[in-house]
T-cell receptor, first 115, second 111 residues
């Protein structure tokens, strides 16, 4: 079974703190993603990476950065956390595009509260 | 603009009462349509991928179908444990795998 593991399920951070959310996948997938999910807004893509050290902005990258130094690991960084970044963060991974077998798998989510 | 719309937003069924959830999409080039189930406080769990019009997939009480403009998730004789939010998403880029999600349908099945 594919496993996408997010290191922290629940975090509480103070405004202005630097926050790291870590994600590891065990299926040797090329693509990795970070989404956030908010009531009424659905899932929105923050950043994605299609290879080690490669990254591209998603729909809402402001206030976030990412790091992918190893194929299996993708980190989301909040440089200076703000209360409007309180949300559920979802990491996902998928193989590179093929005619079939492109399923994107999600982790369990990280609930971040910024106070 | 690529868009995915799910309906209804919420659906209440009695146990055993079959129904369908709709996902309509307008995209420039479909590279796969995905259905996920999401339980409260958890990440989306993969159910099905459909790639071409006419394709169907089944799993237990769920059956997903695809046309050129929409997908249906049919739930036959649902049970209370089928209660969850069902998310539809489309993949439009073959380069990156980015998904565009609908807002979801929250299903409640009462015993």
């Amino acid at each position: 079974d594919v496993k996408v593991t997010q290191s922290s399920r629940y975090l509480v951070k103070r405004t202005g703190e630097k926050v790291f959310l870590e994600c590891v996948q065990d299926m040797d997938h090329e693509n990795m993603f970070w989404y956030r999910q908010d009531p009424g807004l659905g899932l929105r893509l923050i950043y994605f990476s299609y290879d080690v050290k490669m990254k591209e902005k998603g729909d809402i990258p402001e206030g976030y950065s990412v790091s992918r130094e190893k194929k299996e690991r993708f980190s989301l960084i909040l440089e200076s956390a703000s209360t409007n970044q309180t949300s559920m963060y979802l990491c996902a991974s998928s193989p590179a595009y093929r005619l079939s077998g492109n399923t994107i798998y999600f982790g369990e989510g990280s609930w971040l509260t910024v106070v | 603009e690529d868009q995915v719309t799910q309906s209804p937003e919420a659906l209440r069924l009695q146990e055993g009462e079959s129904s369908s959830l709709n996902c309509s999409y307008t995209v420039s080039g479909l590279r796969g349509l995905f259905w996920y189930r999401q339980d409260p406080g958890k990440g989306p769990e993969f159910l099905f991928t459909l790639y071409s019009a006419g394709e169907e997939k089944e799993k237990e009480r769920l059956k997903a179908t695809l046309t050129k403009k929409e997908s249906f998730l049919h739930i036959t004789a649902p049970k209370p444990e089928d209660s969850a939010t069902y998310l539809c998403a489309v993949r439009v880029s073959s380069n990156t795998g980015k998904l565009i999600f609908g807002q979801g349908t929250t299903l409640q099945v009462k015993p």
